[in-house]
């Protein structure tokens, strides 16, 4: 049985049809039994905008800044639990500083940045990517790098990404991988995306940077895009989850 859905907001609900909007909305209003989780690579204002702007359903609770932060109930009280693990492991002056001599880096916008994420903005290469990673570890820094959209750069606490607060959560409802579904559309969804027994919606609007995910047995593929293709991806797996509980 499905309990919880997670969803990536820009590009994965957002971006399609208000009628698809509607009718995942509707749909989960009628199945009670499942906690709806947005996991986003925005901030929590930024999400917080982003949500406002169409009948998108009410989160339980929001993953933003690429798994950094959790917070809970429409409320969005910070889950303080998490948020103290990431304060240990994470040295922002030293990550800005390794960083500091590389003149490639792009833009990094106030508004994308994070208590424990570090955003830029701007196309990479792949030697310019590895020379990233070179800087970090030469100054002893181990961090979680993501780039999606070939365009965005997060830097976050080693570990650390949306699956890693997806598993945060699980504890908390004790819930099995087994009983939630995870729909995305780019790189920064695909740590979720691959959690070893989850199941997995890849929306048909996806980056071709994760069109390789479709060949997993725990990737259904929508027809549909966006919102209407997280619901149609739902409805996949709760029909494969009922037909495997009764045999």
């Known amino acids: 049985?499905?309990?919880?859905?997670?969803?990536?907001?820009?590009?994965?609900?957002?971006?399609?049809?208000?009628?698809?909007?509607?009718?995942?909305?509707?749909?989960?209003?009628?199945?009670?039994?499942?906690?709806?989780?947005?996991?986003t690579g925005r901030t929590l204002p930024s999400i917080r905008v982003g949500l406002a702007s169409n009948n998108y359903p009410k989160p339980h609770s929001i993953i933003s800044d690429v798994g950094t932060r959790i917070h809970h109930n429409h409320s969005?009280?910070?889950?303080?639990?998490?948020?103290?693990?990431?304060?240990?492991?994470?040295?922002?002056?030293?990550?800005?500083?390794?960083l500091a001599s590389l003149n490639f880096m792009g833009e990094r916008l106030e508004n994308h940045q994070g208590d424990y994420k570090i955003t830029f903005e701007g196309k990479l290469s792949e030697p310019q990517q590895t020379l990233i990673g070179l800087s970090l570890k030469s100054h002893g820094l181990d961090v979680h790098l993501t780039y999606s959209h070939d365009w965005?750069?997060?830097?976050?606490?080693?570990?650390?990404?949306?699956?890693?607060?997806?598993?945060?959560?699980?504890?908390?409802?004790?819930?099995?991988?087994?009983?939630?579904?995870?729909?995305?559309?780019?790189?920064?969804?695909?740590?979720?995306?691959?959690?070893?027994?989850?199941?997995?919606?890849?929306?048909a609007n996806h980056y071709p940077e994760v069109a390789h995910l479709s060949d997993r047995e725990n990737v259904y593929t929508s027809t549909a895009t966006h919102a209407a293709g997280v619901l149609e991806g739902l409805k996949y797996w709760q029909k494969r989850a009922s037909v495997n509980k009764h045999l």
């Open 76 to 98: 969005q009280l910070p889950d303080h639990i998490w948020h103290n693990q990431l304060e240990a492991s994470w040295n922002k002056s030293k990550v800005e500083l390794a």
């Open 152 to 203: 965005y750069l997060d830097i976050t606490p080693k570990g650390v990404n949306k699956a890693t607060a997806i598993r945060h959560l699980l504890q908390q409802h004790d819930l099995s991988v087994e009983e939630v579904c995870v729909a995305g559309d780019s790189a920064n969804d695909t740590s979720m995306l691959t959690i070893e027994g989850v199941n997995s919606i890849l929306v």
């Open 1 to 39: 049985m499905i309990k919880m859905l997670v969803c990536d907001f820009d590009g994965t609900l957002d971006g399609g049809s208000s009628h698809g909007v509607n009718q995942l909305s509707d749909y989960l209003a009628d199945q009670t039994d499942i906690r709806f989780i947005i996991a």
